[in-house]
């Protein structure tokens, strides 16, 4: 039978234009006072007033859901993580709150490296179920599709053996899993005195591999000066584009390269972190159709204070995405409500600002608004019920989970005991 959830407080529908969402439209939310959702099979037959689609689904049988005094939305799109690790980092999280920079933490050894170190001592079936654990988590706090990145390999063996750990979670988990390459992360410590050799081994091997083998619909690369430079990046990218993979990057994180203008000139998908960027880079951003993607959680768990500039961002008519960045070392969270809360009281986004980031723009970051990011006839009946009455509750209330069911395909996968 249909599945009718009814009623809600509020309905998120998130209905507007079909690019992502920027200026003021990225703050409309598009909300259905005391809605309903009305599903079929794995996707959204109609939305509305809970009274009108009662009174159009009077005398058929259904199976409901009650949504009454909660916020019913779209299931959380998380575009950015490092979801497949072999081992957390919490010794380095004691010695960043001793004032360890992180990127003394990366010389001494530790950070990406460390990891690095972990999964290639680590068996498939070993990292699989590893990240099962973990995948059922974000479905617990809403979030329906999460891009996953490689990262933690750093040759080809180990690298396509994260890929291969992604591509074989869907399995295991109706969480829809985004993959992107990110063999480009840090030079491996075997590489540091030959890293033209390595460049030569992501570009000619391993993305032709894993290209042929569509193991990844994006690419991503690190830039930074110590790790890849723009010509460098660019390099990859280039190489990238022309075995079909998308691009994106992890561009001014650290230290203001260059990386966010070079995205635009690549027309990658997105351009993520944006710590360090400069007014003009917002500018050159601003006339392009690339996704700004905000990592605020790692800011945050580094102790610095230093955030992208969301509002500078938003009034040039950037369209903004906010992710999780979880990963062992930075940004450990997988919450995407403690996110929108970071992003809102540190970033000056309004809540509705931060959740079309989270959802619809988030969505267009992985090139499937589609079918996720929204509430809308014919999309995935991807939905969590969040148990506050109001949107703006959900950061308010920080560091909560508020999901209280989250629906995949028109499948309950999260229902809070």
Do not use: W
Request: proline share 5%.
């Amino acid at each position: 039978m249909d599945l009718l959830v009814s009623p809600c407080s509020q309905l998120l529908t998130l209905l507007g234009s079909p690019g992502p969402r920027r200026g003021s439209s990225q703050g409309e939310l598009s909300i259905i006072p005391n809605g309903a959702v009305l599903i079929q099979d794995e996707t959204i037959k109609a939305i509305g007033p809970a009274n009108e689609l009662e009174s159009d689904l009077a005398g058929r049988q259904l199976n409901r859901i009650s949504a009454e005094g909660c916020v019913v939305m779209t299931g959380i799109v998380d575009s950015h993580s490092h979801p497949i690790f072999a081992r957390p980092r919490h010794h380095e999280y004691e010695l960043i709150i001793r004032g360890t920079s992180y990127q003394e933490i990366a010389q001494r050894g530790g950070g990406i490296l460390s990891s690095v170190r972990a999964v290639r001592e680590t068996s498939k079936p070993q990292l699989l179920e590893l990240a099962r654990i973990r995948i059922a988590r974000f479905l617990e706090h809403g979030t329906t599709t999460l891009e996953a990145k490689s990262g933690y390999g750093l040759d080809c063996e180990n690298e396509i053996k994260l890929l291969e750990v992604i591509h074989e979670l869907p399995k295991a988990t109706p969480l829809d899993l985004v993959p992107t390459f990110l063999g480009a992360h840090e030079i491996p410590e075997e590489y540091k005195a030959r890293k033209r050799q390595y460049l030569e081994l992501v570009t000619e091997q391993m993305i032709p591999l894993i290209a042929s083998r569509h193991l990844a619909e994006f690419c991503d690369c690190f830039v930074e000066p110590h790790i890849f430079s723009l010509a460098e990046a660019e390099q990859i990218c280039m190489a990238a584009q022309r075995q079909g993979l998308k691009v994106k990057l992890h561009a001014d994180q650290l230290n203001r390269s260059g990386a966010t203008q070079l995205g635009v000139r690549l027309k990658a998908v997105s351009v993520d972190h944006l710590e360090q960027v400069l007014p003009e880079d917002i500018q050159v951003l601003s006339r392009s159709a690339t996704v700004a993607t905000l990592l605020p959680g790692s800011v945050f768990h580094l102790g610095l204070n230093h955030y992208a500039p969301a509002r500078a961002l938003i009034d040039a008519g950037v369209p903004v995405a906010l992710a999780t960045d979880f990963n062992p070392g930075s940004s450990p969270t997988l919450n995407m409500q403690m996110i929108l809360s970071i992003a809102c009281t540190q970033m000056r986004m309004t809540p509705a600002e931060a959740i079309v980031a989270a959802t619809i723009n988030g969505a267009h970051a992985l090139c499937c608004a589609d079918r996720s990011g929204s509430l809308e006839s014919g999309k995935q009946a991807d939905l969590c019920i969040m148990d506050v009455e109001d949107y703006r509750q959900i950061p308010y209330f920080f560091g909560m989970n508020h999901c209280k069911t989250t629906l995949k395909k028109g499948r309950i996968v999260y229902q809070r005991a």
